[in-house]
């Protein structure tokens, strides 16, 4: 089992609508948990952080957390088809914190 | 602000060549990272330095692999005897402290022909 997982997709969606991606993680240590978003030949890009149990709201975008059932999910209202990118899931790691296991990414399609 | 840089953006080396890739962090950040991205494999952690103390090598493929940090800000990722298995993306990622997010620069995209 991979310590990330995540759906490689790609989810295509249309314009406004609400896309919903997905993360599954073995570590149950694990304390941190971050969403980046990364566009074809370029770096990832930090978009949400999660640290506690729930909802976390930043603009049109929702991480959501729930640790008992080792899932954390990324909601992106109103879609915009400038949102067609790869979208990471990465968690720190039970041996040390500092480190970022990484999912193999959903690619997301968000369609005029 | 500024963010991460490294250089070179592109590097591409003959087999068996040494590369040298650099990496300065956002102002302020204490803690540097090492990523290494490439087809198939996705973004895997190589090295970790944090301040004064000693790095997390851990993740770091083989001992062709090495990387410094000078007074604790830029740092350099040093592969001696380039293969073609090196081959990918060398991203470098800053962090406040330790545990905190961690934000990538732009990238090295190493090509061993």
């Known amino acids: 089992q991979k310590e990330v997982e995540q759906n490689s997709g790609p989810l295509s969606v249309p314009e406004g609508a609400i896309a919903s991606l997905n993360c599954t993680y073995s570590?149950?240590?694990?304390?941190?948990f971050f969403w980046y978003r990364q566009y074809s030949g370029k770096s990832p890009e930090l978009i949400m952080f999660?640290?506690?149990?729930g909802d976390k709201e930043d603009g049109r975008f929702t991480a959501q957390l729930n640790k008992a059932s080792q899932y954390v999910s990324l909601l992106i209202r109103d879609s915009q088809p400038s949102d067609s990118a790869t979208y990471l899931c990465?968690?720190?790691?039970?041996?040390?914190?500092?480190?970022?296991?990484f999912g193999s990414g959903t690619r997301l399609l968000v369609r005029p | 602000g500024a963010g991460v840089s490294q250089s070179p953006s592109n590097k591409v080396t003959e087999k068996g060549k040494d590369v040298e890739l650099r990496c300065d962090p956002i102002?302020?950040?204490?803690?540097l990272y090492w990523y290494r991205q490439s087809l198939g494999q996705g973004l895997e952690f190589l090295i970790y330095?944090?301040?004064?103390?000693?790095?997390?090598k851990s993740g770091l493929p083989s001992d062709r692999f090495s990387a410094e940090r000078t007074g604790g800000s830029v740092s350099t990722l040093t592969i001696q005897r380039t293969q073609q298995e090196d081959s990918a993306v060398y991203l470098c990622?800053?962090?406040?402290?330790?545990?905190?997010?961690?934000?990538f620069g732009p990238g090295t995209r190493l090509t061993v022909t």
């Open positions: 990622a800053s962090s406040l402290e330790a545990e905190f997010e961690q934000y």
């Open positions: 570590d149950r240590g694990s304390q941190s």
């Open positions: 999660i640290y506690s149990n």
């Open positions: 990465a968690v720190n790691g039970m041996d040390s914190s500092y480190k970022l296991i």
């Open positions: 102002s302020g950040h204490t803690a």
């Open positions: 330095f944090q301040g004064n103390s000693a790095p997390d």
